[in-house]
């Protein structure tokens, strides 16, 4: 049984999850891609980079391989990206590449990475969230630190995202 700390992080997670699903859920791509100004982000990349963050940090500290590349999705995104890409420092150009991506690919890469999110976080002890997993940063980065910090940032663009999406619906 998943620890209290660890419930409510299974908690925050399922809220972007479902945050996803709702901000994607009828869309077509020109909604997916479109863009508030020539150089903001679209709904498409938002969705995209905070599950590559999320894949990404979660992946690194349960030392594991990340389900983009593990379980094909790099492949089926086709994006003219490292694999090793989440979209940190990408350019207005990187955010207009993500065309012809449907929602379902988005919401089935997102649950994949929920779904080892979930199982990666139930097996903590609210002791484990202790643990250093960073100290390239002073102070150093506890486990708990490092799993709130990827929640925080996948709200914020799961927000972002609903609200382009609001804006849209308004025009």
Known sequence: MPSAAANLLIDGFGRVEEHVRSVVSGLEEADLTARLDPDANSIAWLVW????????????????????????????????????????????????ALR???????????????????????????????????????????????????LDDATQHAGQAAFVRGVLRRR
């Open 49 to 96: 980079h905070l599950t590559r963050v999320q894949d990404d940090h979660v992946a690194e500290v349960a030392g594991t391989e990340q389900v983009w590349t593990g379980q094909g999705w790099f492949d089926r995104f086709g994006l003219p990206f490292d694999p090793a890409s989440t979209g940190y420092a990408h350019s207005s150009a990187d955010v207009g």
């Open 100 to 150: 012809g991506l449907g929602t379902d690919l988005l919401t089935g890469y997102h649950e994949a990475v929920h779904e080892r999110t979930v199982a990666y976080l139930a097996d903590l002890e609210d002791a484990d969230l202790d643990r250093v997993v960073d100290t390239s940063w002073t102070p150093h980065v506890t486990l708990g630190v490092r799993l709130v910090s990827v």
